[in-house]
């Protein structure tokens, strides 16, 4: 039995020789077809093969004679100019070299598995976190460190290190999480439901006054009584509001903008405090107005007491904003031209405010002339007045909150004393810092748990919360661990509830909680159960996983397809698209860079496109997943994900409204896919200029799975002139004249080329932008400021593939890309796997990937199938 037991590492060492052993057959074909160029004195492309070793246990080497295999097995080597190798020669070249790299891969995956051991990263940390403490509204991912970053995804243990700064981060992030959970107040707080008036918050009614701050009608705000101005209250002649005197006037009381929320105008309702983090609903009474103009030679000032219904529908963003401008998103909606009441359901932090915004209006900055609103016309232009917000909350569901009962089950409680010089420090910081009126916060007091027998309770409590928190069954010993913090605690005079948060950081601290505990071969129920969940939900496994795997019934094939059908059809997989996008595609990044004020001064400070360039992303791909649509959908489609401001940026057929939906594209439209959403083009430019070489790099590796290799470090990049004098096709003809740039460049360019007629946010052009000009295109920016661009040369976006197909145009690159759908297919299973897996696949599982793709194929490769044949792969069931 012992002998059995050792047969595999046997068998691994023996590979191991085997691998290190170069055959004849090899040494032949590379005297024959490749040493005349790549040996000591040649040296093409900087390999000599005549000085490379055999040595298959070194991870440089291994990567060296996997691209030689690479680039003969895909004709690229011999160079086409060379004679070329007979087909049985070649095959039994590529078949030794393929054999002996898959038997020294597959030897050290005996020994070690596939992934290296890695703790969570910040997304799984913080979503643990929620998760185990019943907390949702929990924000501790932006105070941990960035994580590292291999393979494109941040879920790959080489590039999850562990230092002594991240413990300290992850000891606090732990810390304030559980004091986030646990009860804010001894008895449980009132479910209130309050109104508050536009008229009483100052950061509405202070802009009606001008001031240092607001010289301008367009950054004042106005007050409006229904659809009528109301010039008596704007001047300070009548009272700002009837208040309690009149209560129906009061309803039909609100304040209008003609702006967006921007300095030096900032409307929100900061008479609203959210008095503890939890569920409240938010409901707003808005509507949209026409205001009048001013005088006919300045017809675009508007005439603040000239008001009447609006025209159209206009989106409004909610965002929560802890002082100073921390904002959070919460939701959008259209406000009608008719007064209407708009709900939200959402999870507030303690301390946050309410800001909407009205994000298709104009943002003013200043600059070489006076600001001009660009959506003023001749008799007026687009407002948006708010009357009114009602909150309903805190809204519990059960109290103390599920997250505190876990910590402290059912011990009685009491209410925190508030230091006595507390509220003068917190008024002192007040009048510091606001200058919009902003009510005072005080934080909830929080609460001291009561025990008359401290120990006992911490040795009851400490073992039930470890049995939550830890992903497979604890021994013994594990329960028990971490009662001396919380002896030592007390020991050393802390109160009750201290010492026992202290042992909970501890355990939310352990390897056992923030690691991922996998062993070399087939993964156990438990760890399978995290990695399908880490997968799915980024975040531990649930209840009914963790039954499974308790059952050993995980393992199974036909549970594993029901649990893993169960965890995309729920809520949370919207966490796994937007974590993959975030890595895959580089969401992550869509705010990175800013499009240039001069340049792209139409899309500058422009929030809402950008907002629903990322969102459409994410859509698009959920909606990919959730009907099992073709791989082959992202590269072309016959649908996009759209609102009006979208479709409005693609000049396509209008759509109504903020929220974005499925849409049907004409026959002949340049959409469909990812390869032409705003956000994969913002991405892949820099907000000034894009650059087909790094748009074609991207394209290569992201959605064909091919990476070029790096620029040689002796050869400078290729900057696009923003002058307009020449343009980059034309620059990097000269460029592809260097033979040791014109290889590469060849495989790159292409698809940067096909994307030329997009610009940095993704809009269509046929010409480039670029700067000064003796005649600037006339038009006006979001700030109001006359763009200070000029058309200058025209875009190109045809182009040649490596194997001589030549296409036009974007639409006809996509059809050549569509000729090879099962490439598409596999980059995508590839990501998947490696996001999946937390390792790279490697030359030895190109198997595993073709056997996936054999059995999806007869969905066409859909996206939700190939996610079901990863999962029951044993790339997938294996460490």
């Known amino acids: 039995m012992k002998l059995l037991a050792r047969l595999p590492l046997l068998f691994a060492a023996a590979a191991s020789v085997m691998a290190s052993e170069r055959a004849p057959v090899v040494d032949r074909f590379l005297q024959e077809h490749c040493l005349e160029c790549h040996d000591a004195e040649t040296t093409k492309g900087g390999l000599d093969l005549t000085a490379l070793k055999f040595d298959l246990a070194n991870s440089t080497?291994?990567?060296?004679?996997?691209?030689?295999?690479?680039?003969?097995?895909?004709?690229?080597?011999?160079?086409?100019?060379?004679?070329?190798?007979?087909?049985?020669k070649l095959a039994a070249f590529t078949k030794s070299i393929s054999s002996s790299l898959v038997a020294a891969e597959r030897a050290q995956v005996v020994r070690e598995g596939r992934a290296t051991q890695r703790r969570l990263n910040r997304y799984e940390y913080e979503n643990a976190l929620r998760d185990l403490l019943h907390a949702p509204w929990l924000q501790v991912r932006d105070s941990l460190p960035e994580d590292g970053e291999a393979h494109r995804f941040n879920k790959v243990g080489e590039s999850l290190d562990v230092s002594h700064v991240q413990m300290a981060r992850y000891l606090s992030a732990a810390d304030y999480a559980l004091r986030q959970a646990m009860a804010p107040y001894a008895d449980r707080p009132e479910?209130?439901?309050?109104?508050?008036?536009?008229?009483?918050?100052?950061?509405?009614?202070?802009?009606?006054?001008?001031?240092?701050?607001?010289?301008?009608p367009e950054r004042a705000t106005f007050p409006v009584l229904g659809f009528q101005g109301q010039p008596d209250v704007r001047?300070?002649?009548?009272?700002?509001?009837?208040?309690?005197?009149?209560?129906?006037?009061?309803?039909?009381?609100?304040?209008?903008?003609?702006?967006?929320?921007?300095?030096?105008?900032?409307?929100?309702?900061?008479?609203?405090?959210?008095?503890?983090?939890?569920?409240?609903?938010?409901?707003?009474?808005a509507y949209s107005v026409w205001v009048g103009p001013g005088p006919s030679n300045k017809w675009f000032i508007p005439n603040l007491d000239d008001i009447s219904k609006g025209r159209r529908h206009e989106p409004v963003t909610i965002t929560a904003e802890?002082?100073?401008?921390?904002?959070?998103?919460?939701?959008?909606?259209?406000?009608?031209?008719?007064?209407?009441?708009?709900?939200?359901?959402?999870?507030?932090?303690?301390?946050?405010?309410?800001?909407?915004?009205?994000?298709?209006?104009?943002?003013?900055?200043?600059?070489?002339?006076?600001?001009?609103?660009?959506?003023?016309?001749?008799?007026?232009?687009?407002?948006?007045?708010?009357?009114?917000?009602?909150?309903e909350g805190p809204i519990y569901d059960q109290w103390p909150p599920a997250g505190h009962k876990l910590l402290f089950g059912g011990l009685p409680l009491v209410n925190r004393k508030v230091e006595a010089n507390a509220d003068a420090r917190a008024e002192r910081n007040l009048v510091r810092t606001n200058r919009f009126g902003d009510r005072r916060f005080t934080p909830p007091p929080g609460v001291e748990v009561v025990s008359d027998q401290p120990l006992r309770d911490a040795k009851r409590l400490l073992p039930e919360f470890i049995r939550h928190t830890y992903r497979r069954p604890a021994s013994q010993a594990e329960l028990t661990r971490f009662f001396p913090v919380v002896a030592n605690a007390l020991k050393l005079g802390n109160r009750f509830t201290d010492a026992v948060l202290a042992a909970y950081t501890a355990v939310l601290c352990s390897p056992e909680f923030i690691c991922?505990?996998?062993?070399?071969?087939?993964?156990?129920?438990?760890?399978?159960?995290?990695?399908?969940?880490?997968?799915?939900?980024?975040?531990?496994?649930?209840?009914?996983?963790?039954?499974?795997?308790?059952?050993?019934?995980?393992?199974?094939?036909?549970?594993?397809?029901?649990?893993t059908e169960r965890l995309l059809s729920d809520p949370k997989s919207r966490r796994f698209v937007e974590a993959f996008l975030d890595y895959w595609l580089?969401?992550?990044?869509?705010?990175?860079?800013?499009?240039?004020?001069?340049?792209?001064?139409?899309?500058?400070?422009?929030?809402?496109?950008?907002?629903?360039?990322?969102?459409?992303?994410?859509?698009?791909?959920?909606?990919?997943?959730?009907?099992?649509?073709?791989?082959?959908?992202?590269?072309?489609?016959?649908?996009?994900?759209?609102?009006?401001?979208?479709?409005?940026?693609?000049?396509?057929?209008?759509?109504?409204?903020?929220?974005?939906?499925?849409?049907?594209?004409?026959?002949?439209?340049?959409?469909?896919?990812?390869?032409?959403?705003?956000?994969?083009?913002?991405?892949?430019a820099n907000g000034t200029t894009t650059s087909p070489v790094l748009r074609g790099a991207w394209m290569m590796e992201r959605i064909l799975g091919q990476k070029p290799l790096p620029p040689p470090p002796s050869v400078p990049a290729v900057e696009p002139d923003i002058r307009g004098a020449v343009t980059?096709?034309?620059?990097?003809?000269?460029?592809?004249?260097?033979?040791?740039?014109?290889?590469?460049?060849?495989?790159?360019?292409?698809?940067?080329?096909?994307?030329?007629?997009?610009?940095?946010m993704g809009g269509w052009r046929d010409r480039y932008r670029a700067e000064g000009g003796s005649a600037p295109e006339k038009g006006l920016a979001k700030s109001g400021q006359k763009f200070s661009f000029?058309?200058?040369?025209?875009?190109?976006?045809?182009?040649?593939?490596?194997?001589?197909?030549?296409?036009?145009?974007?639409?006809?690159?996509?059809?050549?890309?569509?000729?090879?759908?099962?490439?598409?297919?596999?980059?995508?299973?590839?990501?998947?796997?490696?996001?999946?897996?937390?390792?790279?696949?490697?030359?030895?599982d190109r198997e595993q990937i073709e056997s996936i793709l054999q059995r999806a194929s007869s969905s066409h490769y859909g996206v939700r199938s190939l996610i079901h044949e990863l999962v029951q792969s044993e790339l997938f069931r294996s460490k």
């Open 322 to 391: 802890t002082p100073p401008r921390l904002l959070r998103k919460l939701g959008d909606f259209d406000v009608t031209p008719e007064p209407s009441v708009h709900e939200l359901d959402v999870w507030l932090l303690a301390g946050e405010m309410i800001r909407p915004d009205a994000g298709r209006l104009f943002r003013s900055r200043p600059g070489a002339s006076r600001w001009q609103n660009p959506l003023a016309e001749k008799d007026g232009q687009p407002g948006v007045v708010f009357r009114w917000l009602e909150v």
């Open 61 to 88: 080497n291994f990567s060296k004679w996997v691209l030689v295999h690479d680039r003969v097995s895909a004709g690229e080597m011999p160079p086409k100019k060379k004679p070329r190798p007979a087909a049985a």
């Open 191 to 216: 479910t209130r439901t309050v109104r508050y008036y536009a008229r009483d918050q100052r950061s509405y009614t202070g802009p009606m006054k001008f001031s240092v701050f607001n010289t301008a």
């Open 516 to 563: 991922l505990e996998e062993k070399p071969g087939r993964l156990d129920d438990y760890a399978l159960a995290s990695r399908l969940s880490f997968f799915l939900w980024n975040s531990p496994p649930d209840d009914e996983l963790r039954r499974c795997a308790a059952k050993s019934e995980l393992h199974k094939l036909s549970v594993l397809r029901a649990q």
């Open 728 to 760: 980059i096709r034309q620059q990097l003809d000269q460029h592809r004249t260097l033979e040791s740039c014109s290889v590469c460049h060849a495989k790159i360019d292409p698809a940067g080329f096909a994307l030329e007629n997009f610009d940095v």
């Open 235 to 285: 001047r300070g002649d009548a009272p700002i509001t009837v208040g309690a005197t009149n209560a129906e006037l009061r309803e039909l009381e609100g304040v209008g903008v003609v702006a967006s929320a921007y300095e030096p105008i900032e409307p929100k309702f900061n008479q609203f405090r959210a008095p503890m983090a939890g569920r409240y609903k938010l409901r707003f009474n």
């Open 790 to 844: 000029h058309y200058a040369l025209p875009v190109d976006a045809s182009g040649q593939l490596p194997d001589g197909r030549k296409f036009r145009d974007v639409r006809e690159f996509k059809e050549l890309l569509l000729a090879d759908e099962k490439q598409i297919a596999r980059n995508l299973a590839c990501q998947l796997a490696v996001y999946a897996t937390g390792a790279p696949v490697r030359f030895s």
């Open 586 to 684: 580089d969401l992550r990044k869509i705010v990175a860079t800013a499009p240039d004020a001069n340049l792209y001064g139409d899309y500058y400070l422009d929030d809402l496109l950008t907002e629903s360039a990322l969102e459409e992303t994410r859509l698009f791909f959920a909606e990919l997943l959730r009907g099992d649509w073709p791989a082959r959908h992202l590269v072309s489609s016959d649908f996009a994900v759209l609102n009006a401001r979208l479709a409005a940026h693609y000049g396509l057929q209008p759509v109504q409204g903020v929220a974005l939906r499925r849409t049907a594209l004409p026959a002949d439209s340049v959409r469909g896919g990812l390869l032409t959403q705003a956000a994969v083009l913002k991405v892949t």
